[in-house]
């Protein structure tokens, strides 16, 4: 009888023991389910908002004051200087601080020792709290691709319409947005693979899959 008392009493301490325990483990699941949402929100969120409003406020601000040059003011000197000093602040901006900050790449021109010039292309690696938001990395891609595409078009529309006087200025949107562009597709795609070289390994490999596809059809 005072064995199976004991065998009673330790049971009820065991049960007693096991409960805490439990418990403990409900805590830490939820607090680890809090913490991966608390990271999915840093990875949606803008990390550096000061670096993605400059990002697009002189690009746009160019392509604004190009369209209404004639609200603005009716000197077109004055309406071409300012629209190539906000293409020249918004060359300098992409290239050394929103495309670092933002999405972790850069590229650059050095010299060497023999006078030969090279372009280097450099991608970060992301890891940790460096790891861009997507946020961010849309905003810099639309905002890059987008107004490069529109000095394209007014390149074309000034050469139809003869506004003869006009073409210097586009071609400085073209070439200054277009450099940007392409230096950050090729720190993308990788510093050493050319565009060409890309374009053709991806048409030979969709001509690949469509062969393999009529013979197995066959």
């Known amino acids: 009888m005072n064995l199976h008392l004991e065998d009673v009493v330790s049971e009820g301490r065991a049960a007693s023991l096991l409960i805490p325990q439990d418990t403990n483990d409900e805590d830490v699941s939820l607090f680890d389910a809090e913490e991966d949402a608390g990271k999915t929100q840093k990875k949606k969120s803008i990390k550096h908002p000061l670096a993605s409003f400059f990002h697009l406020f002189f690009r746009v601000s160019a392509v604004i004051v190009y369209l209404l040059c004639g609200v603005f ?3 077109f000197i004055a309406c071409m200087v300012t629209i190539i000093l906000l293409l020249s602040c918004d060359f300098w901006t992409v290239k ?7 999405v972790g790449l850069r590229w ?10 090279h372009w280097v292309f450099e991608a970060r690696k992301s890891a940790g709290k460096q790891q861009a938001s997507d946020s961010e990395s849309r905003i810099f891609w639309i905002g890059l691709i987008v107004c490069p595409v529109l000095w394209v078009v007014f390149a074309f529309s000034t050469l139809f319409s003869l506004k003869i006087k006009w073409v210097p200025v586009v071609i400085m949107g073209v070439v200054l947005q277009g450099a940007n562009l392409y230096g950050y597709v090729r720190c993308k795609v990788g510093g050493k693979t050319s565009l060409k070289n890309m374009a053709t390994n991806y ?5 690949l899959k469509q062969a393999m596809s009529k013979g197995e059809e066959s």
Request: glycine residues 12%.
């Open 96 to 102: 050394n601080i929103t495309g670092r900050l933002m």
């Open 73 to 75: 003011s009716s000197s």
């Open 203 to 207: 048409f030979g490999r969709q001509f």
């Open 108 to 117: 650059w021109n050095q010299v060497d020792d023999d006078g030969r010039s």
